[in-house]
């Protein structure tokens, strides 16, 4: 009989409760091919598996072949129950860790994730339980090389795998009550390890496995041999020991396809959140590279195209490549754009993963389990981005600024003080989402004009607060489109009034006068101007718009031309230069174009203004060189054009 403890105490030597013993004593790196081949007994490892899980994962990736024994051949309901008890242990973040190392030191740890210094006495020379073997034996047997423990991605991946396996082993009622559970221990442990591309593939492979999704077999072609197919190959699962062979009702499929929505859309959350979050490239950067696509003549020549960039960049581009698998898994759950778009617009609260973990009684109908928002909405924007950017088939609802991107925007920005503290990735995906609707062909006008206003503050307060100079540039522009769209003039006029009146950020100000530039330029040209958007009648009875006429720059003038004595101190009005530099541009394009200067009567509006122009040249002249510059330049140039103006009045 061989001297292998492993192998002489075998059952029916000892039962299974000291062989268990026996093996944790016994157990290490040169004995892991041994007991792969012991685990091929199904009865033993059916009785002994599920003890052996936390004493197989500190020795991977060498004890992998044993973990997927246990998980083919052991009892699947109790593996279950242990491989998600380790799942819950992966969750635990270090300072959690530590707390509890320093609360229970002393004592054992049995079932949980092992501590390092557990794992090299599991990695150290075997105990043989025959007390009078030869120690000199072992004195003369050779080191060990240095073992790293394995890492927590690791055991991660090779805990999914074995969930893969169990969960279509169980044959049950109710599969779908295993499945919740250990669902719930997937989440948090996949959120520590959520900017992992092995965690995520692992994640992938899970799902499609429980998804049931297979590819559709070759046609089957005559041979003179026959030579095993894969599946043929492939060790097959042992049978569930408890199983009942009563089907399962309609009801419990699809709750537990219900189930993998839910875990894909909080999963997708986890990835999109964990991007990095960089000042020109905010997680997908939907929003900026559709900007490109829209508008490529804005572009600034010899700066590479985000589009270039998220093709030729091999970490960005496996960014779209991770999306796109994941919109490819959604379709193979069956979660369609539809159900996105009705989660999204459901009144019902947002889940977290926390919560749902933290929820004590498991779903009995699929409708008692929610999507994830966040995952939802990146999905559907994901979709969308697809058929934008790579011509991918559209699977959309159309979508239209109101009511639908109108009410996710108030759902996820909510006006409070911590407006424009929100995850770049959010709002990108928002900006998205606003931009491609302005692009359909009739958007329309909200209900109210107060929901407009709601959702123009929201933008307007994120262009001006958000860290991000690419976000703060797309929340402007859509600003800009959705401001522009609306169909009455003077409540746009309005709009601009209030900002510049009310808003406490110059910055934002600064942005109010380049709405006014562009409305009186796109007024300027009569195509672009719908019948629906002229409010003034000439002497002639033409009709025209407001912003082609001197009513908008009075109506706006106590605003624009503010009295620079107001402002008591250098550092108030060093932070009010860059809205003075907005109005003297405004001032510079509109005496310099012929056609605006005369429907706006401009040059008769800023010869009023010069005291205005002299208080500010002045305090321009006290900052001097320390921010002063660009004000006296631009009041030069301001001058200098009334002054061609004049001139040429004179002459006339």
Known sequence: MSDNPLLKALPPETDYLSYLTILEHNLNLEQLPTLHEILQDTTLTSNIGWDLVHLLLPLLPASQPCLQDVARLGNPREVVLKVTELLEGLAVSQEEEDEKKSEN???????????????????????????????????????????????????????????????????????????????????????????????????????????????PALPPRKSSSHIPSQAQLKPQPAPDPEGQSEPVAQEETILIQRLLQSFLTFVVEGYVSALPADEDIAGMAWSSRLHEKRHPEKTIPGRVKLIDRFTEDESLHARDTTMGQMLALGHEVKLYPNELLHTLKSPSPPVSPSEEVSSPDLPSFASDVPLSRLGSLYLLVGSLASTLFFSAPSRLFPLHTYPDFSALLAYFIVLDSNIGAESYQLVDALLFLGLSTVDQEVNGAPEDELTFRSTLQRLSLLSALIPSAALRFSAHTLCAEILHAYPDTQVRLSFIEDTLMHCPYENLKASAVGWLKDEVLSASVPASSPPSAVTTDDNDGTRKNIFNTPACIHYLAPYLFLDPDTLSSAEEFLAHEGFFLAVLNLCILFLSSSTLNQSLEFATIISAKTTWLEKLESKALELGDEGGVLLQGNIALVKEKLSVERGGRELT
Do not use: C, W
């Open 105 to 215: 030191s002393g004592v054992e740890n049995k079932g949980g994730v092992l501590e390092e210094e557990e794992i090299k006495d599991a990695l150290g020379v075997a105990i043989d339980v025959d007390i009078s073997q030869d120690q000199s034996h072992h004195d003369h047997q050779p080191s060990m090389p240095p073992y790293q423990s394995p890492s927590k991605v690791m055991q991660f991946v090779n805990l999914l795998e074995m969930l893969a396996i169990l969960h279509p082993r169980i044959k049950t009622k109710y599969p779908s009550r295993f499945l919740s559970t250990a669902l719930q221990a997937v989440l948090p442990a996949y959120a520590r390890l959520a900017g992992s591309a092995e965690a995520l593939a692992a994640v992938f492979a899970f799902v499609k496995a429980l998804s049931g999704f297979q590819r």
